[in-house]
């Protein structure tokens, strides 16, 4: 029988076996202990595999715990948005932290993320419990690359079903209504949310310069992001969501006469400040303009957000086709814009539009050279 070449077995005094090998200078013993011998060898023959083929992973780097990587990994995340990374810190401080923080990333079992996921879902929406379960998966993937483990155990694990909400879409009449409840300087917001398609952040952090009055243009470059009540300028949410997008003349005619009084702003300040001239906050502005103004219109419930919504479902009501959709939301795939507001509006709403004929649909050319590429604009026939 010949010699073994790599690595060496002894037997135990229990009768046990035990297994160790030599890797870069240094030993390295089984985690376990063998029945037989052949079954220590075997193991032996795997581990040099592992290192012949490039697949084999230190495993003492395991050992750290998952609280110590996760420190880590936030350190080298540098290319998350500062939103992005202050969500999932604080998720992984408030939901995966109590439970897998004193482990070891080589201990952490499929099981262990399973029961993770399950007493999660008895206490938060589907939507959360996915959105905390892709920033854990996120985590332990980068552990897997920078082979601390050999394989995540996010793996086999099923999400609770997704409910997707009932979606509220405004009629022309709701629009005017939340309109009038606003103060005079922030009432062009809910028309370039509502019909322009803007998140909240892109509102917020949009420049006078990125208006055009003139070609009727609003463009999409750069976003207002708040992390513990500070905001600065940040990129937008996503290549596709830097965007050129046509307005109607009657958005276009309401900023004109916003910025005229604001006494024609320069290029680089904000379209819409706070009452100190700064930029707006989010908490700040949702209690003390938003939360009244959707009780005097008496739309409680309604989100900053639902304007999105509706610019989204008024288009698809309308007929857009599935790019231009895709295009004024800023979404990287129309896939993914109708995943998220649906295949069409309530048949009640989508009834009333047609009744009432109180929406039109307009193509407005982008550029004189793209006449084919073109954006579509939702335009109340008589707007506020």
């Not at 008895?122 to 897997?144: D, Q, S």
Request: net charge positive; with cysteine; charged share 25%.
């Amino acid at each position: 029988m010949s010699k073994r070449t790599f690595g060496s077995t002894r037997k135990l005094p229990s009768g046990q076996w035990q297994a160790s090998y030599w890797y870069e200078g240094r030993r390295f013993v089984g985690p376990d202990t063998f029945r037989t011998k052949a079954d220590a060898g075997a193991w032996l023959s795997s581990i040099e595999s592992g290192i012949r083929s490039g697949s084999w992973i230190d495993p003492r780097g395991g050992e750290i715990s998952f609280a110590e990587w996760c420190e880590w990994y936030f350190e080298g995340a540098t290319h998350k948005r500062a939103t992005t990374m202050a969500r999932d810190r604080n998720v992984t401080r408030v939901h995966l932290l109590p439970t897998l923080g004193y482990r070891a990333l080589i201990d952490i079992t499929p099981v262990d993320i399973r029961r993770l996921v399950a007493k999660m879902t008895e206490k938060l929406a589907p939507t959360t419990v996915r959105t905390n379960y892709g920033v854990l998966r996120t985590i332990l993937a980068a552990a897997v690359e920078a082979d601390l483990i050999v394989r995540s155990p996010c793996r086999g694990i099923r999400m609770p079903p997704h409910q997707r909400r009932d979606v509220r879409f405004l009629s022309p009449h709701e629009f005017e209504r939340l309109a009038d409840a606003m103060p005079l300087e922030y009432r062009p917001m809910i028309y370039v949310a509502g019909v322009l398609g803007l998140r909240w952040s892109e509102v917020a952090g949009l420049r006078a310069g990125r208006v055009d009055l003139a070609e009727r243009r609003l463009a999409v470059f750069e976003t207002l992001a708040e992390v513990e009540g500070r905001v600065s300028f940040a990129d937008v949410k996503s290549p596709a969501s830097r965007r050129v997008i046509s307005m109607p003349g009657f958005i276009t005619s309401m900023l004109a006469k916003h910025l005229l009084r604001r006494g024609r702003p320069g290029p680089d300040e904000l379209v819409f400040v706070g009452p100190d001239g700064g930029p707006l906050h989010a908490g700040n502005f949702r209690n003390r303009v938003w939360h009244p103004a959707v009780v005097e219109a008496d739309l409680k419930g309604l989100t900053f957000h639902g304007l999105r919504h509706s610019a989204a479902g008024l288009l698809i009501a309308l007929g857009a086709p599935d790019h231009v959709l895709q295009e004024r939301m800023g979404h990287s795939s129309s896939r993914v814009t109708r995943d998220i507001y649906g295949t069409r509006t309530p048949d009640r709403r989508r009834r009333r539009h047609e009744r009432n004929r109180q929406i039109v649909l307009r193509s407005i050319a982008h550029g004189s050279r793209t006449k084919q590429k073109r954006r579509y604009c939702l335009i109340p026939v008589h707007p506020h």
